[in-house]
Every structure is written in C-alpha cells, then in structure tokens.
C-alpha cells in the first residue's frame, strides 16, 4: 500500500466516523468490514441479514460490526423521512415505503437523518442505481450544483510533478459534457477533495488546448468562463486557466505561456474540460508513467456517498469507506 493510503486510514481512526456499508451481504463488503471494525479506521453498519452475512463469511469475525436487517428493522421513519423529501415530486407513502426497503436508500436515508456519516455501495449495483438515491435525498453541498468524481493520481514521490507525486484529476468518470458552471462546480469539488484526502494544498489549473488565449474557439470560451466563476465565488482556492497541459505542470513552459501565473507550472489538481479528455487522461498517466489512480472518488454530496467499482477488492472497500470518512469531516 502507497504512502497516501496509509496517511488516509490513519487519518481516518482519529475521526471515528460512522460509515453505512449497503452491500452487507456481499464477502468482499463483509471481508472489509471486520477489517475495518478492527484496524479502528471507522464504525461500520452492514447492511443485511445476520444469518446470510455469518453463512457467506463463516470465519469473518464482525465484532462490534452493526448489523440491521431491513426485513425486521421499522422502517416507517425512514420512509416518512423519504416523504417528506420528495412529496413536492409526487411521491406516495406506498413508494417511499416500497424505496425504503431497498439497501441503498435506506442508507442513504440513515446519512440525511444523521444516523451515519457517509455510505459506500458499488460492488454490485451499477453506478446509477448508487447515486440516484443520494442525488434525490442528500443532494448537492452547499453552493455546488453538480455530482462530479476525481482520481487521485500517485507517480513516484520523487516526481517533478505535482506535489511530492500526488495530483488530482477531475472529472474523469460522470460528466461526460459539462457546460462552465458545471466546471466551476467540479474544480472547486476537486480543489476540497485535493485538500481533504490527498491532503495537498491545491493549485488547480483548468485545462484546455490553449493557454492564455492562444487559440480562439467556443470550447476554450467554456474554459475561461468556468474561471471566472470560480474566481467570483471561490476567491479563496488558488486557479488558473485556460492553461494547456504543458503550462499547468512545467514551470518553463510557464514562464514562457502565463508569465506571472501562480498556479501555471505548479498545478497539482487538473480540471479537464469534459470527460473524453479527463478518462483518456487519467489511463494514459496510469499506463505510460505507472501512476496508481485512486477512484474514481465521488464529489459535490452534501454528505459523501461513494461509489465501488464492481471488481473491487476487500482492500478497495476498506480505503473508500476511509476516504469517504475524510469527506465527511468537511462538514463538520
């Protein structure tokens, strides 16, 4: 494990948050929770019912593991809560009865009453069917419009570029064509999570094929105005655009491209400007420099729901619920 992984988990012990794991009757999900539960990175809740978990994992020890069965667990709170949130949309008693049973929105509906910090699913859902719940009942942070992702990039720490190694790449898996706001929104969800879990402080540099007006076209006016949005609200997170790759990361190209920039050739958090360019992106730096890409993580909840890929290992699950920890303190 990479240095930054374990930075993560230890940071995440001081916390002792509280993270729901929806998937409790899955052996990777169970497998990490017993991990997670003894090595104190977070209080965990599984998801299930007890009798399956203990005969899918018979030698997996989950003491001090929380574990609610929806089967027998009342679940009338939670959809009234459900309700209440969504009656303005045409929901009925009988449908938000029906969703409440349903693991991924009776975890998520435990993270808006306050009941867990943050919830992890994804080792056998789709991504959709994770984030619908989370997008209809948690919503968007604060100021912040759009649900986005970053990677978190590793390459050697003695790499020139980023800081000691460690970049942040957004959005490389859910907008697939955002317009400037919904790019402002992502560099300032990436600029926190570049802060709350890499624990860089960030330089955010928003990408393009120009640098400085050195080309004129309607993709690159997206770039520029998704500064100026950033700039007017987030005055505080340090930006620069639009930069080419080259000017971001090399300082003498920077001196040469955006003289004066503070961000250019110092850039640790990359902004792409859609997601063709951000999921190349990432696996050409994956493949080509043997970088590891943490993720994709999720960003821009009012409260963190993170998304496992399908193949994921115990391992995987273990560092997303500590990551997921992570984002939740900024919001305390």
Known sequence: MNDLLNSVREKAKKLQKTIV???GEEPRVITAAAKIQKEGIAKVVLIGNPAVIAKKCADVKLDGVKI??????????YAETLYEL?????????TARKLASDPLYFGVLMVKRGEADGMVAGSVNATGDVLRPALQIIKT???????????????????????????????CAVNPNPDAQQLADIAVASAGSAKAIAGISPKVALLSFSTKGSAKHELVDKVTAALEIVKANHPEIQVDGELQADAA?????AELKAPGSTVAGHANVLIFPDLQAGNIGYKLVQRLAGAEAIGPICQGFNKPVND???????????????MTALQSAMND
Do not use: Q
């Not at 609610?68 to 709170?77: F, G, Q, R, Y």
């Not at 990361?249 to 190209?253: E, N």
């Not at 193949?311 to 500590?322: I, L, P, T």
């Open 68 to 77: 609610i069965d929806i089967a027998t667990v009342d679940k009338e709170p």
């Open 308 to 322: 496992l890929s399908r193949g994921c290992s115990s391992e995987d699950v273990v560092n997303v619920v500590a």
């Open 249 to 253: 990361l090399v300082p003498t190209v």
């Open 141 to 171: 942070a604060p100021g912040i419009k759009t649900v986005s992702s970053c990677f978190i990039m590793v390459l050697d720490k003695n790499s020139k570029y980023g800081e000691n190694g460690v970049l942040v790449f957004g959005d």
């Open 86 to 94: 969504r009656k303005a949309r045409g929901i009925d008693m009988d």
């Open 21 to 23: 794991l929806a998937e």
